[in-house]
């Protein structure tokens, strides 16, 4: 490393290319280390665990018309049918599907007081028969299920007496974990108790803070829209189901239209399709800005050593070796790449304080900084690689040729 | 017509101070050729380099063509150079990429002459050094000697008061440097003044007047002494 | 001069190809990155209705109870009105168009019993929502201003629907069937999507127009129900469709057409002064009672209709063209660099350092121009990217003239601003330095 003077003093005769190589490498560091911080929290957003059965559960809506349709006999029919198609565990009617983007919500309190001073927690709400929770394939962690006889049908508001609900919401309005067996306010004078706690369930909204807040009761309301979920035995049934699912219930009374036949990891593709668009779009930017620095350090090494080329070859012709010579470019590369990131690393924290504040971003993930070090040196060496290798060809005779 | 007066320039860097010109004084009258000779470090090209108005002094003054050079901007001093000098150098640079015509085309172009006229002066021109049947060749097409006339040429088409030579036969075999010479010494027949720095004595010696440079000075206003010869060797 | 400039760069292009070829990269590059994202954020931001954006106002009034507000939005505003809220107000003289909305949705039953019913949403609003919201008709018109008042089971379709039902026909006084109701078509309209879905921010900023349009006064008479959001924040007991158009529920929407800003003032003191005698009934007990007006900019303002993902991305894909022309620069100097022997001859032929300065711009410029239209034809790809990724914004992702013009606009001025260094850098060496042996 006896070289560096003599390099850091080149580099200073050479100020405007080296510092443009310099603020390239730090931009570059700065949007690669952000876009990566980005792509990171997206993927693990959409990664989460759903606590669902993802790959083997179907949802569809029916639409019943006209005025002699009578719902409830229609809904047990059709339970009744898909209960007994091959390959299904489990068939339930909702009145929303986790991750679908559409559902009720609904405030509720673990007291009277925090319901008189308005403090009250959002929570998905959800509805549906005594199959809800095995066909959602929600894990019980206390408590009980729904029994049959609990549940309500009705078309208007139901009287629901018991209820079930996430752990994360347990927890929530009953930090003590004294939560089962407690009631839950609704406001007005709603007032049920818990009789069930399960594990852990998504909601319908990913991008709703109170995401794991969710509450199932037993109650089943009977209107022209009606959704249901059915949990297949494996892959190969979900696909049949949803090629035929349609045909099936409409053969079974036709004053109905079937939409949105579509599995959970559709409905999950679906509900995350912008945070997956904005993963690629960030992927390409950071894919073709590295691959642009990569081509401008490779293009500016070049010219320095056409310019320098005499140069080279009067070293040459003093002794040094093509090992010199490449390490002489390889050196000057990584001492303009430090440069660089020392700059990089300082623009990435102001960018991120930037952004941070502006967008309510998650916080920085830190240990992506020596990741990208390491990228950006590595990317500065195999650029750097061809130009200097074609120095250290050059022939020590250029020494004493006059041209 | 040009006429220098005590010209100094001082070259500067952090260790050294170099008097490239000391008192230098010179004057050329219409329809000379001057050849101007000296040994290497002698300050011949910074000779040639204020004449040609491509670097400025730090005292004395110039005059060319009745004009104060030392009061003109960079601007103006480019126009001057355009109009009233033609260039002629050791390595023809003439410009690559571009074919004869268009190279004797690039002062014209700042001369700001119509198309008209441009293409006239550079067809009489290229008539001129005995090239204009092969206006569209580039450069590489051609023999050094060649190269040089092109160069001549271009630097005869815009009729400047003088031409400027830079050792015009120094990258040229003898019988190439004397066809060169002669046409030289026909364009001043013809009326127009030459002003050529050379170090080659031989070629000097057959210019009209002689002005010899050791130092940054004029050595010698008489004519060519066959002593100084050695000087060169 | 300019001509000989041009020539002189395609001269310098035609020899150093790889080079000048890295520049084009890089610039196309930058460019169709950060027009890819511009063109999305443009289209997303644009005014959907320019001509009248600021005399359409979405009326919100804030009948939270006490101690309840949106949490939302930043002034604390409900998105949507009650129905008794929207019945009410229409009541008012004072907007020259105004119109009641509801996102609902039909059974269609073809008459062919080949063909299958299918689920069509639809929209219930009053007569004069085609005026407000310029909305193309093909056959007939809006429906009778009495219709508003004492409903009756009339249609307007869409020309899409239209095709479906009547192979394009006229069908105007032709009946459709919808969830067994039959209703009188009295109007087809053209097609008709705003970018975004202005007049509905709520149900999805880029979803299709509806099809179907039917009175508002519809709503009791067949209980339509209501497909976007429902918002209460009262404890209420809805058993049925009566009890929900009589509760504080928030699921209408109201949109009026104020011509100047004195009616503007006018209808603000209108609803203030509802308020207050609705305030003397025990509603509206919130100490921010009020109401507020948002025309168009506003309201999609209000609805962040450009995402913030969007805005993280512009800023991102202007360091990126940052880069690219910072890369441009060096590029330059090196090529510049390499001319510098013939820049010493063109000064000593008389060329002054404005006319070598300008030429090299010239150069850039060139470069920047071709670099620009690379970059159009990336950004082409970029938005057809774009389009598979987000299938909601395919209808917004085309580049208008306007936006051609920026970017080529954006490469040449980025060009010419990275070239400047580089044109001033070589317009500046000492010319005799290149003249001597080479």
Sequence with gaps: MLEIKPILSALLRHKSSTLLIILQIAITFAVVVNSTSIIKERIELMSRDTGLVNDRLITFNVNAFGEDYDHESNLRADLELLRSLPGVVSAAPMNQIPLSGSGDSSGVAGSQEAVDNLEMTGTGMFHGDSHMINTLGVKLAAGRLFTPEEITYSRGRADVKSVIITQALADQIYPEGNALGSTLFMGGDLKMTIVGIVEHMSGSWPSWSNFNYNVLTPFVPLRDFQRYLIQAEDQETVTRLLGEVEKLLIDRNRQRVITNVRSMDELIERIYADDAAMTTILWVVVILLVLITALGIVGIVSFNVNQRVKQIGTRRALGATRMDILRYFVTENILITSLGLFVGITLTIGFNVFLAEQFEMPEFNWNLIPVGVLIMFFIGIVSVWLPARRASKVSPAIATQSI | ?233 | MLSYYLKLSWLSIKRTPILTSLMIVAIGLGIGVSMTVLTVNYMMDKDPIPEKSHQLYHVQLFSYGKGHSNSQTEDAFPMQVTYPDAMNIHRSEVPLRKTRSLATGFTVIPESADSPPFMQSARAIDYQFFDMFNVPFIFGSTWNEQIDQSPREVVVIDKELNNRLFNGENSVGKAVNLGSVRYTVVGVIDTWQPAPRFYDLNNGNFNESESIFVPFSLLPVHELPSWGNNNGWKTEKINNYQEKLASEQMWNQYWVELPTKEVKEEYQQWLEGYISEQQKLGRFENEKAGASLKNVIQWMKVNQVVPSDNSILVGLSFMFLAVCMINTIGLLLAKFLRRAPEVGVRRALGASRSEIFIQHLVDVAFIGILGGALGLLLGQLGLLGVKTLYSSYSQLVHMDLTLIVLAIGIALGSSVIAGMYPAWLICRTNPSVYLKIQ
């Design chain 2, 1 to 233: 017509m040009l006429k220098m007066n005590n010209i100094k320039k001082i070259f500067r860097t952090d260790l050294v101070e170099t008097h490239a010109l000391r008192d230098f004084s010179l004057e050329v009258s219409e329809g000379e050729f001057v050849a101007v000779t000296g040994p290497s470090g002698s300050g011949k090209t910074t000779f040639l380099n204020i004449t040609g108005m491509l670097e400025t002094f730090n005292s004395g003054s110039y005059l060319l063509d009745g004009l104060d050079v030392s009061q003109l901007n960079d601007n103006q001093r480019s126009k001057l150079r355009n109009e009233k000098i033609g260039f002629i150098f050791q390595s023809f640079n003439l410009i690559p990429d571009l074919n004869l015509f268009d190279n004797v085309d690039v002062p014209l172009r700042y001369r700001g002459f119509s198309a008209k006229d441009r293409k006239q002066r550079i067809e009489n021109a290229l008539e001129r050094v005995g090239l204009s049947a092969r206006m569209k060749h580039l450069p590489s097409q051609l023999s050094g000697g060649q190269q040089q006339r092109v160069a001549i040429a271009r630097a005869l088409a815009g009729e400047p008061l003088f031409l400027l030579a830079d050792e015009p036969t120094g990258n040229l075999d003898s019988l190439m440097a004397r066809q060169v010479m002669q046409l030289l010494e026909e364009i001043n027949q013809q009326g127009t003044t030459i002003i050529m720095v050379t170090h080659d004595a031989e070629l000097a010696r057959r210019a009209e007047r002689n002005i010899h440079i050791v130092d940054g000075q004029v050595s010698d206003y008489q004519q060519l002494q066959p002593v100084l010869d050695v000087a060169e060797a």
